[in-house]
């Protein structure tokens, strides 16, 4: 099974950038589809963005649409989510998830689909 170490969390001001990245070891990393959450204090764990297990196929939750990308590099077993632009707002632990299915398999962003989480980065945005 996969296991998965998040990297790239910090604190920036409003408006800045942080590039997120999310090691996995174990397991045959082209197998799964992956996704970020992210939980903010006191609130419920939320979908950020996932995608498919070729990189083919991307989904993100509004908020966040054209501000991140989600991407990933099978080859270096690697999953990457670059925030632009972030706001007080995105300020949470960040959590690479991931979940082992077949190519034709649906996408969703329930998460409890995904079995297999990362120890979470903070991300910490200042106004």
């Known amino acids: 099974q996969v296991q998965l170490v998040e990297s790239g969390g910090g604190f920036v001001q409003a408006g800045g950038s942080l590039r997120l990245s999310c090691a996995a070891s174990?397991?045959?990393?082209?197998?799964?589809?992956l996704a970020w959450f992210r939980q903010a204090p006191g609130k419920e764990r939320e979908f950020v963005a996932q995608?498919?297990?070729?990189?083919?196929?991307?989904d993100y939750e509004d908020s966040v649409k054209g501000r991140f990308t989600i991407s990933r590099d099978n080859a270096a077993k690697r999953l990457y989510l670059q925030a632009n632009n972030l706001k007080p707002e995105d300020t949470a632990v960040y959590y690479c998830?991931?979940?082992?299915?077949?190519?034709?398999?649906?996408?969703?962003?329930?998460?409890?689909?995904?079995?297999?989480w990362g120890q979470g980065t903070q991300v910490t945005v200042s106004s």
């Open positions: 998830a991931a979940r082992r299915t077949i190519l034709t398999a649906p996408p969703t962003r329930e998460y409890g689909s995904y079995p297999y």
């Open positions: 174990g397991g045959t990393f082209s197998y799964y589809a």
């Open positions: 995608i498919s297990r070729s990189g083919g196929y991307t």
